[in-house]
């Protein structure tokens, strides 16, 4: 199981190019809100109706976690869910996927330290200790993070490619037509 965090103010392209992605390629994906409902408001006034409440989520059943970034990654770190849900992703092995500003959440908590990692300009100075490229998308053992927006599709075909193996992943990037 995937889990996909929003808060009010998640960055849409960020969160659901990379859901597409997944569903498309087999897998179970559910969006979940930290929010009082089910209801998500994204930076460009999206609504979204998530899947799930975080109070529904299983950690023992989760693979990857994934944070989005926009203006709802602040609200993504001040949830104790949130840290709840990441620290057990740390601590247990399983992936912690982070795009834009999101990174900077496992980064303060020196989650990246060691790792090779991206982020959107100016969040670096968050990511404690991380090797930061400046890549589309970075897979480092369990973590993946991404740049901003315009990765949003090549880090979604990165977590597929960590989930589903390459071969799964780059039969789906054609038939989406994204390698020309």
Do not use: W
């Amino acid at each position: 199981m995937v889990y996909v965090i929003l808060a009010d103010g998640f960055e849409e392209i960020e969160a659901i190019e990379p859901v597409d992605i997944m569903r498309r390629a087999g897998i179970d994906v559910k969006t979940v809100s930290i929010m009082p409902s089910r209801t998500v408001t994204g930076a460009h006034g999206i609504k979204v109706e998530a899947d799930i409440m975080v109070s529904d989520c299983d950690p023992n059943a989760m693979e990857l976690l994934m944070l989005p970034g926009g203006g709802g990654h602040t609200l993504l770190d001040a949830s104790n869910e949130v840290h709840a849900l990441m620290n057990f992703a740390h601590v247990n092995g399983r992936y912690l996927a982070a795009i834009c500003a999101a990174p900077s959440i496992p980064g303060k908590k020196q989650i990246l330290t060691g790792k090779k990692a991206t982020c959107y300009p100016g969040f670096e100075k968050y990511c404690y200790g991380a090797e930061m490229t400046g890549a589309k998308a970075v897979s480092d053992g369990k973590i993946i993070t991404g740049r901003g927006p315009g990765a949003a599709a090549d880090f979604g075909f990165e977590l597929v490619r960590l989930l589903k193996g390459s071969k799964t992943a780059d039969e789906l990037r054609e038939v989406m037509q994204y390698n020309d």
